[in-house]
């Protein structure tokens, strides 16, 4: 049976000289699998270049419900990218995104609050003409709400210590080094509170940036299991120093 769906690109394995089997965070069915044939014939219908990570599709596919790859009929960008393809930094900044969602979301079922989450945020991202270096932080901990772990607000005034592990503020250091202290603290809630829109506002250095994202990914990494280290880290460190 045939069902209309949209799609973000995770993670694109080649399967054979001409095939690849693509793995989709669908808007209808969840994570799944595409069996995709003869993308690098000339005149395929559906290319490589249509299936590079977080790009986002229309799709006509084929699902079966006890299948582990299903198969597209047909396959769209939807939008077509006007800047991540063609800027350095925001398509570091995806590649980077792509592998702390593909690890983070692995098993997730069809969840159309988390779909358009991330779907808008993309399409944002790609929109607008304005290079906006704190949209991964902001992005990571924004997401954090869909994934079930979103920071606590909530603070009184003798707490000046964000504690990672619990996500919540306390007046004393754990005893674990997994904390922020006050000034760092209302950075990563700001990220997590302010819109988009708002978060150029948020004036960071490269050196205060690499420690944010670092706290970032200590805080997936406690409440994601099998989270793993993330390869694409360095890279955009270093395309953002």
């Not at 063609?86 to 792509?98: A, D, E, P």
Request: net charge positive.
């Amino acid at each position: 049976m045939l069902h209309k769906t949209r799609g973000i690109v995770l993670k694109t394995t080649l399967y054979s000289e001409s095939s690849v089997v693509v793995q989709m965070f669908t808007e209808k069915f969840g994570i799944q699998s595409y069996m995709i044939n003869g993308v690098k014939k000339p005149r395929a219908k559906i290319r490589m270049n249509m299936l590079q990570p977080l790009h986002l599709v229309d799709m006509i596919v084929y699902h079966k419900t006890n299948s582990s790859i299903q198969r597209v009929s047909e396959l769209r960008p939807s939008p077509i990218f006007s800047s991540i393809p063609y800027n350095i930094i925001k398509s570091t900044i995806v590649m980077f995104l792509n592998e702390v969602l593909y690890k983070s979301i692995r098993q997730q079922m069809a969840d159309e609050n988390l779909f358009d989450f991330i779907f808008n945020a993309i399409c944002w991202f790609d929109a607008n003409a304005e290079l906006n270096v704190n949209f991964h932080l902001a992005f990571l901990l924004k997401l954090s709400r869909f994934l079930g772990f979103a920071p606590s607000t909530q603070t009184k005034s003798d707490q000046s210590f964000f504690d990672l592990q619990e996500g919540e503020f306390r007046s004393a250091p754990p005893i674990h080094p997994y904390f922020l202290d006050k000034s760092d603290a209302a950075v990563f809630i700001s990220l997590f509170t302010l819109p988009f829109e708002k978060i150029n506002e948020i004036k960071l250095d490269n050196k205060s940036r690499r420690m944010i994202l670092d706290k970032i990914l200590v805080y997936y990494t406690l409440h994601t299991a099998s989270f793993g280290d993330i390869r694409s880290h360095q890279v955009l460190e270093d395309v953002l120093s």
